[in-house]
């Protein structure tokens, strides 16, 4: 699991535009925002990053590069691109269990009879300096209650405007 302040693990991951997210390549103004999400399953995820898609604009005015990442496999990432409203919302497939632990996510499996993928993550919310550092995590074992982006962009506002300094580094 990554702490506040430190540097956060690599990623390289497919996008649904046949194109790669490649987090070390990243080179925001402010942060890069990485929403992990359950997966083309799941209706709390679909009305999160279809709020995120609507307000993106928001965010990259403030110059913070988005990508939201699940483990679903390029087919279900496709369905989740094709049928779910995220406008310019970067979507990244194909992450490993291992690389979902190693950011610490939450882990479920499959219940039987739901149209869950065998194993998935549970969200998760970062915020990373553009030296890769972690400046802000939010993780959750079950879907419900996400981060409310009026008061995650208040936050940033006030990080910024305040240089408000990473909090939690002694965990």
């Given at each position: 699991?990554?702490?506040?302040?430190q540097?956060?693990?690599?990623l390289?991951?497919?996008l649904t535009i046949?194109?790669?997210?490649?987090?070390?390549?990243?080179?925001?103004?402010?942060?890069?925002?990485?929403?992990?999400?359950?997966?083309?399953?799941c209706?709390?995820?679909?009305?999160?990053?279809?709020e995120?898609?609507?307000?993106?604009?928001?965010?990259?005015?403030?110059?913070?590069?988005?990508?939201?990442?699940?483990?679903?496999s390029e087919?279900?990432?496709?369905?989740?691109?094709?049928?779910?409203?995220?406008g310019?919302?970067?979507?990244?497939?194909?992450?490993?269990?291992?690389?979902?632990?190693e950011?610490?996510?939450?882990?479920?499996?499959?219940?039987?009879?739901?149209?869950e993928?065998?194993?998935?993550?549970?969200?998760?919310?970062f915020?990373l300096?553009?030296?890769?550092t972690?400046?802000f995590?939010?993780?959750q074992n079950?879907p419900?209650?996400?981060?409310?982006?009026?008061?995650?962009?208040g936050?940033?506002?006030?990080?910024?405007?305040?240089?408000?300094?990473?909090?939690g580094?002694?965990?």
């Amino acid at each position: 699991m990554i702490k506040p302040g430190q540097t956060a693990p690599d990623l390289d991951l497919p996008l649904t535009i046949d194109a790669r997210f490649e987090l070390s390549r990243q080179e925001p103004e402010s942060f890069t925002m990485l929403v992990f999400y359950r997966g083309k399953h799941c209706p709390v995820c679909k009305r999160y990053l279809e709020e995120i898609g609507d307000r993106l604009d928001d965010f990259t005015s403030r110059g913070i590069n988005v990508f939201a990442i699940s483990m679903d496999s390029e087919e279900r990432a496709l369905i989740s691109h094709n049928e779910w409203e995220t406008g310019n919302l970067p979507l990244a497939h194909d992450l490993s269990e291992d690389q979902a632990r190693e950011w610490g996510l939450y882990i479920s499996k499959k219940r039987e009879g739901s149209e869950e993928p065998v194993v998935f993550s549970e969200p998760g919310l970062f915020l990373l300096k553009p030296d890769m550092t972690l400046h802000f995590a939010v993780t959750q074992n079950a879907p419900f209650t996400r981060p409310s982006l009026d008061e995650l962009l208040g936050g940033i506002d006030f990080t910024l405007d305040k240089d408000y300094p990473t909090r939690g580094t002694l965990t």
